[in-house]
């Protein structure tokens, strides 16, 4: 019997067998306008029948005044977040170089005055109820957008200065991350109120081959952090399904994230972690959202590889459940299109379960 959408993620991300493994994969702008060009079709999660859908807070209806905390010359084009982080426009595609309104504080009395987001006006997540009913009933399995802790630090500080301040200014350190971890804890329980199957959170922690901090460093940090954030999801839907993302290798900390609370680890990037290796140790606890590599498959490979790929990591993560296809990352103008069909097209064709 076919399985809805939702039923099936629900299944397989509870570390059981569905009809079949879930898929999905999210596209830059260049490679929607492709999609659409190739298709006709304008959303590629109904075309390819992808099965989660999404749903966030709204945002400001209008931005703080941040001009004490950013330069005045800021060049035409820029953009600033509700963190008051400014994003000026870089030299590649999307990426873009970061101003932090942070990085002249000294005290933690200072942070006190920041003109800090509300999450907590009505309008910012009043709809997520009628949002979550409504994908629920139309049969999909519904992910709440939580957000960061570590990365929306950084952005307001800067990187450097934020380990600095882990060791120098751990007062400042402090402040800030526990204030950014009340909006992500009121976020997660709105989440959770609104009936989601699942919320997304992460930090990006990891490089290629070692992390952007000792193990020891992000237990003191991050790891208390983030267990309070998903303790206030659970305390409203105990059986809510808690993602956390980190690209690049985190492997020592993968047993803190279980001890933490986390069910689904993404994305589990090959180039850094071997999937089959990670299911073999932490499969009994974890579900498994990735896997498929976009350093190197997604854009290099043809499409027999990519076929070839998604075979293997069926057979050696999703045998026996636990795991909903995607690639790695967002996907960049240089991956091919047949590269891309050719991705959905072998996950219906090998990951039938029988």
């Given at each position: 019997m076919e399985l809805s959408p939702r039923e099936r993620c629900l299944?397989?991300?509870?570390r059981r067998k569905p009809d079949k493994v879930p898929k999905f994969a999210s596209f830059t702008p260049a490679v929607l306008e492709r999609f659409k060009r190739e298709t006709g079709h304008s959303d590629p999660?109904?075309?390819?029948?992808?099965?989660?859908?999404?749903?966030?807070?709204?945002?400001?209806?209008?931005?703080p005044d941040f001009s004490k905390y950013l330069p005045s010359d800021l060049p035409e084009g820029?953009?600033?977040?509700?963190?008051?982080?400014?994003?000026?426009?870089?030299?590649?595609?999307?990426?873009?170089?970061?101003?932090?309104?942070?990085?002249?504080?000294?005290?933690?009395?200072?942070?006190?005055?920041?003109?800090?987001?509300?999450?907590?006006?009505?309008?910012?997540?009043?709809?997520l109820e009628e949002a979550v009913r409504r994908l629920q009933e139309s049969g999909y399995y519904v992910c709440g957008q939580v957000g960061h802790i570590f990365e929306t630090a950084w952005y307001m500080r800067g990187m450097e200065r934020l380990f600095v301040d882990f060791s120098d200014?751990?007062?400042?350190?402090?402040?800030?991350?526990?204030?950014?971890?009340?909006?992500?804890?009121?976020?997660?329980?709105?989440?959770?109120?609104a009936g989601v199957d699942c919320i997304i959170l992460g930090d990006d922690v990891g490089m290629q081959n070692t992390m952007l901090m000792s193990p020891e460093t992000w237990r003191r940090w991050l790891k208390p952090r983030l267990a309070k954030v998903i303790a206030e999801a659970k305390k409203i839907k105990p059986e809510i399904h808690v993602f956390y993302h980190s690209d690049g290798w985190?492997?020592?900390?993968?047993?803190?994230?279980?001890?933490?609370?986390?069910?689904?680890?993404?994305?589990?990037?090959p180039e850094c972690m071997d999937p089959a290796e990670i299911k073999r140790k932490y499969g009994d606890r974890l579900s498994f959202w990735g896997t498929i590599g976009t350093q190197t498959t997604m854009p290099f490979g043809t499409p027999e590889e990519v076929r070839r790929v998604v075979k293997e990591r069926i057979e050696t993560v999703g045998y026996d459940g636990g795991l909903l296809l995607a690639?790695?990352?967002?996907?960049?103008?240089?991956?091919?299109w047949e590269n891309i069909v050719a991705f959905f097209e072998a996950v219906e064709e090998f990951g039938r379960y029988r």
């Open positions: 299944l397989a991300l509870s999660a109904e075309y390819f029948k992808m099965e989660p859908r999404h749903v966030g807070f709204k945002p400001l209806k209008s931005l820029t953009q600033v977040d509700e963190y008051g982080v400014a994003r000026v426009p870089g030299g590649f595609y999307h990426f873009t170089k970061m101003v932090h309104p942070l990085s002249g504080l000294k005290t933690a009395k200072e942070l006190e005055e920041y003109p800090w987001p509300d999450y907590t006006a009505d309008y910012r997540h009043e709809h200014n751990p007062e400042f350190a402090s402040k800030l991350l526990d204030t950014i971890t009340e909006h992500r804890a009121f976020q997660a329980r709105r989440m959770a109120e985190i492997e020592p900390i993968i047993p803190d994230l279980i001890e933490a609370g986390v069910t689904i680890l993404n994305p589990v990037q690639p790695t990352h967002v996907l960049e103008p240089d991956v091919p």
